[in-house]
Structure formats: C-alpha cells, structure tokens
C-alpha cells in the first residue's frame, strides 16, 4: 500500500469555458406620429410609409380642440376630421399602423409627454416621438419650441427618443439636436409643391376657400370627401345630398343565408371592385346594423337592398336592378319573386336551368333555378342589352339621395369595476336581467331629470332607429336627419304616465342602476349584449364625435317616405 504521500495526484481538469452571454432582446420600436391632420395632405402619407420601414409599429394621433381661436373656415367637425384620416390612413397594414382616435372622441387634447408616457406603460416598446425640424431649433440653448412650449419640455427633450424630419431650406445644426434622436427625410419623394409649403394643410384649406385647385396636394380619396361634402368652404356641410359617384366600384356584402340576396348579389357582382368607393348591402335590416357596425370606419356610402322583410334601412331590389343593369321591373321583379319561392321551398325536385346573360357573363356566376321557381320569362331579354354604359352611374345617382347620419358612443360600467366603449347606429337599451324590475336614476347632462324609474328597461334611439323598438315601445318615429334623441321606457310604472321624450342630440344621457345587487341590469346595443362582465351599473350615451355613415336611398324609396308608411298604415295598405 503506498504512502499517502506517494500517491498519484490526478492531473488538473481545465477549467470549463463560461456560457455565451445571451444577447440583449431588442424591444420592438414604436413611432407617435401626431398632428392635426387638418386635412391630412401627400406629405403626411409620405412620413407614414416612411415611418413603417423605419419602425415596428407606428401609431397616428390626431389632436383634439386646444381651445385656441380658429378662422371660420378652417373649422370643421371632428367626424369629418376623422373620417379624412380613415381615408387617408386607413388603407396601411393594421398590424403596422394604429389610428388613435381617442383626443377626438373626447374632445380633449392631450400633450405629448403624456403620450409617450401612455405609449411606454401600455405598448412595452421603446417609444420614438416624431417632430418637425422646426421643433428643435434653437435647442443648444435650450430655447427649442419643445423645451421652452410643450408641458414637460425639459423632460421630453432629455428622456425622449426624437424621430426628427427634416424640412425643405431649413438646415439643421448639429448641436441643437437633443441627446437621443435619429434624422429622416422623405425629400427625394415630394414634387416641388409639396416642399415649398411650410404647412401643406394650412396651403389646401386656404386653396379649398378661395376656390383654388387643391387635389394635387391630397389623395383622391380626401378630395372626394371633401368636395362631397364642401368643407373648409365657410359655410355649414349638408346632412341630405345628392349621390354623386364618377364611376361605381362596389364593395358587395351580401347576407350568405339569404338566398335571395345571393341572387341578387350575383346579377350585380359586375360592378365588384377591388378598390371600392361604395358598400352596398344585401340582406334585412338586421343585416344592415351588422354591416354598419362592421365597415364604419371604411368611410364609405352604404346603400341596402332588401331582401328581408320590412327593410327600413334598404331599398327595394327591381328598381335598383332595372336602374344598375337595364333590365325591365318585370324581369328585374322576376328575378326577387323566384329567390323568394326558392327561400322557401322544402326539398324541391331540382330541375337546373343555368342563365348566363352574355352582357354580364365575364363576371357574373351562374343563377340556378328549381321546379318550384321557374326561370323569369325576363331574363332572356335581359341578355340582349349591352354590358352596364359608362352613364349607368350618372343615371342611378341622379335617382338617388344621400343622408349623414351619426353614430352613438356608448360607454358602458359592470358590477366588476370594468368599463368598455361601443357605438351603435340604432339604438341603447337597459333592461332587467331578472324578474325583478329594473330601478333606474336617469341623468341628461349630469342633472337628474329621473330620480326614480320603475319599469322593465330603459332605450334610447337615433332618428334612423327610432322605427324600430322605440316604435314598438310607444314612440313615435323620427324623420331621419333630425338632430334629436328619442328616450322610451319599456313598460314603465313609476313615474306615473312618463311618456317618450326627444332630446336635441348634442346631449349627453346617463342610465344608472339603483340596486345591481337586487335587481341586475344587462344591456343591448343594436341588439348585441354589451361586453359587460358582469350587471351594467352604468350606461352613458352620447352622439359619437368620430362614428358616421352614409346611407344612400332611392328618391322613390327614401326614408322619409318608409316613415310615412309606418305612420300611416292603413293608407298604406
């Protein structure tokens, strides 16, 4: 046994190398492009695309009102102002660009530090403020506009990441620059009457109000809108108008349940387009709110054709079809009465007849026809005329009309604290969640004009929606385009005798539970359950300051005649 001293000594194992230091994860960078965008012109689309090569995401912010005077012709409504930056904007990718519409729809104007402070607590990604070159001047002796004009100045200027574009003649010193900041310039991109102008928003409103050509300055799209509607002019936009379209490119949604509306959604397929500058509808009524409520913000007409039942909203199909595609009402009523007959049938013996009328056969699919609905003897002689003219638009505009109708912002509170935000085109109501009835306290402006209502629920309706559960409720429907509000309960036993009231729609009205413990309320906003979590505690319903539509009607089919109809049915009948 050899001595311990004399024992091998194993040789020394080589240290093992440390593991590779991981690489830092680069957070994702967010741009806050904000401005007035009034209106907004080709520079602020330039900035945006070159924004999202430049950066993960980017949000636009359209400011609110700063309470500073303006001239009379530079106003305009604020659902205006955002429906000129759907327009222009709204076309980008959804998962690079978000439009915030939060300032406008609260009418407040919030400062940019707290934006970016916003922006950094909700998004996690390194925020990145985009300001003119204009802004920093004068900033190595800390007199730049930022740090001497804007709330936390000091504090943007030394925390903040800058996105800084450059301007047309206006060199940059160096050292006036703050301490993180990268430079962009879209120069190389603008023709020399978009450098020229140090505010090309200012220049088109300007140009708009001395009858100046103005659409080289601003997309097709907000030119549209604004000669649509004569703003920057002086002079107050119409709600009612004529439904003036150069060319029609529809955008068709039609109700896949409906095998009417698909018939009809076929026999017009020829005037798809994959740019669209019209939404036309094909269902009911419920259809309709659906699609609404879906393509708002695509800031386009809407026009409906009925294919369900009342069709308050819509307009009768032979007169469209005879109008957009030449055929006769009584071929065009052929077409409605056999969809009609095959809605119905049960288990027809299916004899296939396939109509392909040679003027609409590039786009047209084939229309199959059972035993039980023959073919229309008018089809065939539909097939004669040629493909729809170029003045089929101007003929079915002229017998058009078209209504600017607001939305409702509705702002809803649960039992759980939590609050959510909606809009609706019809109609709000409250309505008990179980067999005891609901106690209400009602607000108008933050004064109580109800301090105790009894009664099964509570609605409030626009003009458009008060033909519908309004109606069914007791009130008296509202011509379309009247500034009011209708108020309605249902089945209301305390106030004795309330009736339905109208309130001019600038108001703003607040539904408040009494007891959510003892008697829960839930709600319904055109139909659809509010995304309460739990009982709706609170319900405040105003007219949106950003959500519109445009409805379109046949003259002969106008709204205000379906009104007539409902108010007097039995001349109607």
Not at 9 to 31: F, G, I
Not at 374 to 396: D, H, N, R, W
């Amino acid at each position: 046994e050899a001595p311990l001293g004399n024992m091998a000594t194993p040789p020394a194992s080589s240290p093992s190398p440390p593991p590779p230091a991981e690489a830092p994860t680069r957070k994702p960078t967010l741009a806050v492009f904000g401005g007035s965008f009034n209106p907004p012109t080709l520079v602020h689309e330039f900035l945006l695309n070159a924004l999202c090569e430049e950066f993960d995401k980017v949000v636009v912010v359209p400011c609110g009102p700063q309470g500073t005077s303006v001239v009379l012709h530079d106003y305009i409504s604020l659902a205006h102002r955002t429906s000129l930056v759907d327009l222009a904007f709204g076309g980008l990718d959804p998962a690079k660009v978000t439009i915030d519409l939060s300032d406008l729809e609260e009418e407040r104007f919030t400062p940019s530090a707290s934006l970016i402070k916003k922006y950094m607590e909700k998004e996690g990604c390194d925020v990145w403020l985009v300001v003119g070159a204009e802004n920093i001047q004068k900033g190595e002796d800390d007199r730049s506009t930022i740090q001497r004009d804007w709330d936390a100045g000091d504090w943007l200027w030394n925390e903040c990441h800058f996105a800084i574009f450059t301007r047309h003649r206006l060199p940059i010193n160096p050292k006036d620059l703050p301490p993180v900041c990268k430079l962009l310039s879209i120069e190389d991109k603008l023709t020399p009457d978009l450098r020229d102008y140090p505010s090309v928003s200012v220049e088109v409103r300007n140009r708009i109000y001395g009858r100046l050509p103005f659409s080289h300055l601003v997309s097709p799209l907000v030119a549209d809108f604004i000669e649509h509607f004569r703003l920057y002019c002086g002079v107050p936009p119409p709600t009612t108008m004529p439904f003036a379209l150069k060319e029609i490119r529809a955008m068709i949604h039609a109700d896949t349940l409906n095998p009417k509306a698909i018939s009809v959604r076929n026999l017009l397929s020829v005037y798809e387009h994959p740019n669209p500058n019209l939404i036309i509808v094909i269902g009911g009524d419920g259809f309709m709110l659906r699609a609404i409520r879906e393509f708002w913000r695509r800031r386009l007409p809407f026009f409906g054709i009925n294919c369900g039942h009342v069709g308050h909203l819509l307009n009768d199909p032979p007169p469209v079809l005879e109008a957009l595609l030449g055929i006769t009402k009584t071929a065009a009523a052929s077409v409605c009465a056999s969809s009609s007959q095959l809605a119905v049938a049960t288990e027809p013996k299916v004899v296939p007849v396939i109509v392909t009328p040679k003027a609409l056969k590039p786009k047209l699919a084939p229309i199959f026809y059972t035993a039980l609905s023959p073919m229309p003897t008018g089809i065939a002689k539909a097939a004669s005329p040629a493909i729809p003219t170029a003045s089929a638009p101007l003929a079915f505009c002229k017998q058009v009309l078209m209504h600017h109708l607001p939305l409702l912002y509705v702002a809803v509170t649960d039992s759980s604290g939590h609050s959510v935000t909606d809009t609706a085109f019809n109609d709000v109501w409250v309505e008990r969640a179980t067999g005891q009835a609901s106690w209400l306290q009602v607000k108008v402006n933050s004064e109580v004009v109800i301090p105790h209502l009894v009664s099964d629920g509570l609605l409030v309706s626009t003009a458009a929606g008060s033909t519908a559960y309004a109606h069914a409720m007791g009130a008296c429907p509202i011509p379309v385009g009247c500034p009011l509000l209708c108020m309605v309960g249902n089945n209301v036993t305390f106030p004795l005798n309330w009736r339905p009231v109208y309130l001019p729609l600038d108001v703003t009205i607040e539904m408040l539970s009494m007891d959510p413990v003892k008697r829960p309320l839930r709600g319904f906003v055109d139909g659809n359950p509010m995304p309460a979590q739990g009982s709706v505690v609170k319900c405040v319903v105003r007219a949106s300051n950003i959500a519109d539509c445009r409805l379109a009607f046949f003259k002969a089919d106008d709204m205000l005649k379906k009104l007539s109809k409902l108010q007097f049915p039995t001349a109607a009948s």
